[in-house]
């Protein structure tokens, strides 16, 4: 059989593959805490399926804060006496719905409250910026912004 009768079979697996791996990113990217702010403080939009999440922040100064909230986005309130003008990073952990199986299960004594399985991990890293003593979107990052 020539090769030329196999391109539009090869042609549609192609296309239903790239459908299919646009798909579970489009899912995966919609079900991502999207970070938001306004001047005195940080949370995240889009926070479905996720629990049990702790947001750490390191200060332009070292200073770490830790906020957890076991449902619901954490909030970074930002104390506008201490806040100091730079970047500040953070680390967002939380667990989502869908669960994996414990490979090396062991047995800690928890008896029938012991599971099989576990919460998958959701893990994210970003930072925002402090000017002036408010949290602000720089210039290089606000949408629709022209320079003349």
């Not at 076991?70 to 003008?85: C, H, I, K, N």
Request: hydrophobic share 40%; with cysteine; proline share 5%.
């Amino acid at each position: 059989m020539p090769f030329s009768s196999f391109r539009p079979a090869v042609r549609r697996c192609c296309l239903a593959a790239g459908l299919s791996l646009g798909l579970a990113a489009a899912a995966a990217a919609a079900t991502d805490p999207v970070q938001q702010h306004n001047s005195s403080a940080v949370w995240f939009e889009n926070w479905t399926g996720l629990s049990n999440a702790t947001l750490v922040v390191v200060a332009p100064n070292g200073k770490i804060t830790e906020i957890y909230a076991a449902s619901g986005t954490p909030v970074f309130e930002l104390d506008r006496a201490e806040a100091q003008d730079g970047v500040y990073r953070y680390e967002l952990r939380a667990a989502t719905e869908e669960r994996e199986a414990i490979i090396n299960p062991s047995d800690d004594g928890r008896g029938e409250a012991q599971r099989d399985s576990t919460a998958v991990p959701f893990y994210a890293t970003g930072h925002f910026v402090v000017e002036r003593g408010a949290i602000i979107t720089p210039k290089d990052e606000q949408e629709g912004s022209s320079d003349g």
